[in-house]
């Protein structure tokens, strides 16, 4: 029993095993790839592929696009492509008339079968079409007149072989050489682009006159191809066609050229288009807008140019010139010139291409190149950019097998998201073919520009202040900070509030400023995604006005306080600056005169005499009191006309310390007014009799000699002359303090007497004996008896001023009663 199930668990593995080989050996696989292959333009090339165990799709592709699927061509326009073999294990592709535009690079794929068999793709084949020799221009019939100029046209595109020309059926040249020997025959035009042009100069009626024919040598992939026989004529005087138009073909699409040329016309020219006038001179129909005539009209120059031609523009094209008068102007023509018109071949399937380089890693101000590409077709399409629908002009490039337009731009922020479109046109397309683009994404450059409102905040002592803080950046400000003196604020600080209006501004708000917030800075911090920047402002905080108005009012009191103390401090040295250097000393036994004019007299008791001078020096001199005096002389009565011998004062200085008055005089011939002789020796309010009769009592009484008596003036009559020898007499003032300081003198000695006389103090000769032991006591005392000196002297000064004023006071009181009484007197002695 268990042999047995052994024995099926076997054959059941068996059989397993030999059905999964089955499918291993049922797999797809390619037994013919394709080969890179090479064709001559115009014949027909083959790409094979064949497939094993075939279970999926075979699909051709060139250049990844897909052309065929099974059997079938994607694009039924195109009928030169083709599927052959059985379809069942081989598909080659057949491409016959190859063209340059089928170069590429051909694959073959079969999908996956879905059983077992994954994907296959065939090595990539590489079809190259090699071009071959053809014709672009062929020379024309031409007429011409004698001794001008011919030109027969000849242009090769591809040339392999050699190019020869034939006049009459003889080989005249060989590329750019000329054979026949004859030096008015040239080849002209560019080798490079083909044209090999014959050229006869100083034409010759019946030398040069014949057929020509353009002939290229078979080479390389190139048979042997001939022009057509074109013929040259040569006519006399008049008017003539030295160019005349020729066969052209031309693809749809393109520009096509019909030339013509006459010399000396007198004519209209026209163009026939299938012997239909299209143009007169270089006017054309208004239907006509592809059509246009160009060249040197003053050459003779009348082109026809036809742009985008189509199967329309198909015909046979004459240039003629109407008959004129004059010899030789006859009508002439052109012989019939074909232009043909093929059909235009599509550019390559998955054309246009867009591109963009670089197209990664993109910054704000990078140098980027768009390009738009196509390959294949006849003619080669037309490539334009556009963005938001506006085309804009690139650099467009033409070539052999592809066109291309490229724009090279910078990249700048604002065009991020921008989308270029590319259009393709061509004859062919049925509809515009364009490409695009992706939106353009590139990294901004980093920018954050932060303001504030205000640099300094200027707020009031326990008030509230606000800066406003705005910010742009790229990418786009995600927020702000603030901070004071540069620490960040928290939001549980009472002293501000932070209000934001999303992320176009932020406000700092001080909600009471005090006095220690002065000169603080507060700054403004926005950020975006790559950056940050930061503003500063400073706080200023402005105290209360009554705090400024009292500082004004302590600035304007010391200003006061200034000008009552240190002004008058200084007034007064000035004004002693000015006394000291403007009093005048007496002159000893002479007369003092100030200012020229009036003779005074210094009369002054003091402890020192000020002469002129410095006064520094001068207070060297001893400090021991003087007594200056006038020298007085009077008369014995005031009715005898004449002086007596004058008295001086009786020597009441006792030891001679005192020395004798300074005497002031009055100058001779000084004349009296008539009020001091209308006196009679009275001056002002003194009495002199009574103050003579006070001295002598006083001096009778301490028994010394009297005073004479004298007066202010001596009693001159008015109409005589005074004498010469004439003295003023001492003021009734001056008299009083003399009085007053003499009596106090001998008060003084008096008491000196009596002092030494107790005992009390030493006699003058005893002092002086001891005047060693003094010395020290003197010298001791010496700076403050000289202070004391000094204010002494400074109140005598001061007492005299007084003196004189209340003496002055009187005097002036006694003549106004004086006056009075005599206009009395006057009255009653009248009645």
């Given at each position: 029993?268990?042999?047995?199930?052994?024995?099926?668990?076997?054959?059941?593995?068996?059989?397993?095993?030999?059905?999964?080989?089955?499918?291993?050996?049922?797999?797809?696989?390619?037994?013919?790839?394709?080969?890179?292959?090479?064709?001559?333009?115009?014949?027909?090339?083959?790409?094979?592929?064949?497939?094993?165990?075939?279970?999926?799709?075979?699909?051709?592709?060139?250049?990844?696009?897909?052309?065929?699927?099974?059997?079938?061509?994607?694009?039924?326009?195109?009928?030169?492509?083709?599927?052959?073999?059985?379809?069942?294990?081989?598909?080659?592709?057949?491409?016959?008339?190859?063209?340059?535009?089928?170069?590429?690079?051909?694959?073959?794929?079969?999908?996956?079968?879905?059983?077992?068999?994954?994907?296959?793709?065939?090595?990539?084949?590489?079809?190259?079409?090699?071009?071959?020799?053809?014709?672009?221009?062929?020379?024309?019939?031409?007429?011409?007149?004698?001794?001008?100029?011919?030109?027969?046209?000849?242009?090769?595109?591809?040339?392999?072989?050699?190019?020869?020309?034939l006049q009459n059926g003889e080989i005249i040249s060989n590329d750019t050489v000329l054979t026949n020997g004859n030096a008015r025959y040239s080849i002209s035009g560019d080798q490079s682009a083909g044209e090999y042009n014959l050229v006869i100069v100083s034409t010759q009626d019946g030398t040069d006159e014949g057929s020509y024919q353009c002939v290229v040598t078979a080479a390389g992939t190139s048979a042997r191809i001939e022009s057509r026989v074109a013929s040259l004529s040569i006519q006399g005087t008049g008017q003539r066609l030295t160019i005349v138009p020729s066969n052209a073909v031309f693809v749809e699409g393109t520009t096509a050229l019909m030339r013509c040329k006459v010399v000396d016309k007198a004519g209209t020219l026209s163009w026939l288009q299938n012997s239909q006038a299209i143009s007169y001179d270089r006017e054309l129909g208004l239907a006509n807008t592809r059509y246009s005539i160009v060249g040197d009209e003053a050459a003779g120059e009348y082109n026809l140019q036809i742009e985008d031609v189509t199967s329309v523009d198909t015909g046979t094209y004459h240039c003629i010139v109407s008959a004129a008068s004059g010899a030789g102007n006859e009508a002439i023509s052109s012989s019939g010139a074909t232009l043909s018109v093929t059909a235009a071949t599509a550019p390559d399937d998955g054309y246009p291409l867009c591109s963009m380089v670089p197209s990664t890693d993109l910054m704000e101000g990078d140098n980027v190149t768009i390009s738009c590409t196509s390959r294949g077709g006849e003619p080669q399409?037309?490539?334009?950019?556009?963005?938001?629908?506006?085309?804009?002009?690139?650099?467009?490039?033409?070539?052999?097998?592809?066109?291309?337009?490229?724009?090279?731009?910078?990249?700048?922020?604002?065009?991020?998201?921008?989308?270029?479109?590319?259009?393709?046109?061509?004859?062919?397309?049925?509809?515009?073919?364009?490409?695009?683009?992706?939106?353009?994404a590139f990294e901004l450059t980093p920018t954050i520009q932060v303001s504030l409102d205000t640099l300094t905040l200027e707020i009031k002592e326990d008030e509230t202040g606000s800066v406003e803080c705005s910010a742009t950046g790229d990418p786009a400000v995600l927020g702000y900070g603030w901070s004071y003196n540069g620490v960040q604020i928290a939001d549980t600080d009472e002293r501000f509030l932070i209000t934001e209006d999303g992320s176009s501004k932020s406000t700092l708000t001080i909600t009471s400023a005090s006095l220690s917030m002065d000169e603080a800075v507060v700054s403004c911090e926005a950020r975006n995604r790559i950056d940050t920047e930061s503003v500063y402002a400073v706080v200023r905080i402005i105290e209360d006005d009554l705090y400024q108005i009292v500082l004004a009012v302590l600035a304007l009191i010391a200003l006061f306080v200034f000008a009552l103390i240190i002004v008058p401090i200084i007034a007064y040295y000035c004004y002693r600056r000015h006394k000291k250097r403007t009093q005048v000393a007496p002159i000893e036994n002479g007369p003092t005169t100030i200012s020229g004019t009036k003779v005074t007299s210094n009369y002054f008791i003091t402890e020192e005499t000020?002469?002129?001078?410095?006064?520094?020096?001068?207070?060297?001199?001893?400090?021991?009191?003087?007594?200056?005096?006038?020298?007085?002389?009077?008369?014995?009565?005031?009715?005898?006309?004449?002086?007596?011998?004058?008295?001086?004062?009786?020597?009441?200085?006792?030891?001679?310390?005192?020395?004798?008055?300074?005497?002031?005089?009055?100058?001779?011939?000084?004349?009296?007014?008539?009020?001091?002789?209308?006196?009679?020796?009275?001056?002002?309010?003194?009495?002199?009799?009574?103050?003579?009769?006070?001295?002598?009592?006083?001096?009778?009484?301490?028994?010394?000699?009297?005073?004479?008596?004298?007066?202010?003036?001596?009693?001159?009559?008015?109409?005589?002359?005074?004498?010469?020898?004439?003295?003023?007499?001492?003021?009734?003032?001056?008299?009083?303090?003399?009085?007053?300081?003499?009596?106090?003198?001998?008060?003084?000695?008096?008491?000196?007497?009596?002092?030494?006389?107790?005992?009390?103090?030493?006699?003058?000769?005893?002092?002086?004996?001891?005047?060693?032991?003094?010395?020290?006591?003197?010298?001791?005392?010496?700076?403050?008896?000289?202070?004391?000196?000094?204010?002494?002297?400074?109140?005598?000064?001061?007492?005299k001023s007084k003196e004189h004023r209340e003496h002055r006071d009187k005097k002036d009181k006694k003549e106004r009663k004086e006056k009075r009484e005599k206009r009395d007197r006057k009255k009653d002695s009248s009645r």
């Open positions: 029993m268990d042999a047995s199930r052994h024995s099926n668990a076997g054959t059941t593995a068996v059989y397993f095993l030999v059905l999964l080989l089955g499918f291993a050996g049922a797999q797809q696989a390619f037994s013919v790839q394709p080969t890179d292959t090479q064709v001559t333009e115009g014949n027909t090339a083959t790409l094979r592929c064949s497939v094993t165990n075939k279970g999926g799709t075979l699909t051709w592709t060139k250049d990844g696009a897909p052309v065929s699927v099974e059997g079938a061509i994607i694009d039924t326009t195109n009928t030169r492509y083709s599927i052959q073999g059985d379809g069942v294990s081989t598909y080659d592709l057949q491409i016959t008339e190859a063209v340059l535009a089928d170069s590429g690079d051909f694959q073959c794929l079969v999908t996956a079968d879905g059983v077992g068999s994954g994907e296959i793709l065939s090595d990539v084949a590489t079809l190259t079409v090699l071009e071959v020799q053809g014709f672009i221009r062929v020379p024309g019939d031409t007429s011409v007149a004698a001794e001008t100029t011919a030109t027969l046209e000849c242009q090769v595109d591809n040339k392999e072989g050699f190019l020869y020309w399409p037309k490539l334009a950019w556009l963005l938001d629908n506006l085309e804009f002009d690139g650099n467009y490039v033409a070539l052999d097998l592809n066109a291309r337009n490229d724009v090279s731009f910078r990249l700048i922020n604002n065009m991020i998201g921008v989308v270029f479109e590319c259009l393709s046109s061509h004859p062919a397309y049925t509809t515009t073919q364009k490409c695009q683009l992706p939106p353009l000020i002469p002129n001078g410095h006064v520094r020096k001068n207070s060297r001199s001893s400090s021991k009191p003087r007594v200056l005096d006038h020298e007085t002389k009077h008369v014995d009565s005031p009715d005898e006309g004449s002086y007596g011998s004058p008295t001086p004062l009786p020597d009441l200085t006792g030891r001679g310390r005192y020395p004798q008055p300074i005497r002031s005089q009055t100058p001779e011939g000084f004349m009296m007014d008539s009020m001091d002789s209308a006196r009679g020796g009275k001056v002002g309010s003194y009495d002199v009799e009574a103050a003579r009769a006070r001295n002598e009592a006083e001096m009778q009484g301490s028994g010394k000699t009297p005073l004479p008596s004298s007066s202010r003036r001596s009693s001159v009559s008015r109409s005589g002359p005074a004498p010469l020898n004439n003295k003023v007499s001492l003021s009734p003032g001056e008299y009083m303090v003399r009085d007053e300081y003499e009596r106090k003198l001998r008060e003084l000695e008096s008491m000196k007497k009596s002092l030494t006389d107790s005992g009390m103090i030493q006699d003058d000769a005893k002092s002086r004996k001891s005047k060693d032991g003094g010395e020290r006591r003197k010298h001791k005392h010496k700076k403050r008896d000289k202070e004391k000196d000094e204010k002494e002297r400074d109140g005598h000064k001061k007492s």
